[in-house]
């Protein structure tokens, strides 16, 4: 069956890095776009980034870009968020999606599996 699992959160200080991974399974990756997304406590889910099929395109929120960046490796199935110079309002819930269309995914729409959520928190 498809599953999306998300890994790589934690605690993290002002200032710092960190990398997340969804690894996907189920279906064949290269076949869809695949979108983060993160919900704080009290706020609602907002798309994060977004990756074409095959990696042409990227899509960021005006809030993380510059300072996060997405990538994905068909052959292993896994797509990276590299988030670093990271604020304590990132801390969240970070989830992966799959989907069709970047541009609509960023809105949340056209999604159809998501996966469970890895938790990043900054805090010093």
Same mark, same amino acid.
């Given at each position: ?8 959160? $934690?605690?993290?200080?002002? $200032? ?18 695949? $979108? ?71 809105? $949340? ?16």
């Amino acid at each position: 069956q498809v599953q999306l699992v998300e890994s790589g959160g $934690g605690l993290v200080q002002p $200032g710092g890095s960190l990398r997340l991974s969804c690894a996907a399974s189920g279906f064949t990756l290269g076949y869809y776009v695949i $979108g983060w997304f993160r919900q704080a406590p009290g706020k609602e889910r907002e798309g994060v980034s977004c990756i074409s099929r095959n990696n042409a395109s990227t899509y960021y929120a005006d809030s993380v870009k510059g300072r996060f960046t997405i990538s994905r490796d068909n052959a292993k199935n896994t797509v990276h968020l590299q988030m670093t110079s990271l604020k304590p309002e990132d801390t969240a819930v970070y989830y992966c999606a799959r989907s069709a269309e970047c541009i609509a995914t960023m809105m $949340g729409v056209g999604i159809d599996y998501w996966g469970k959520g890895t938790l990043v928190t900054v805090s010093s």
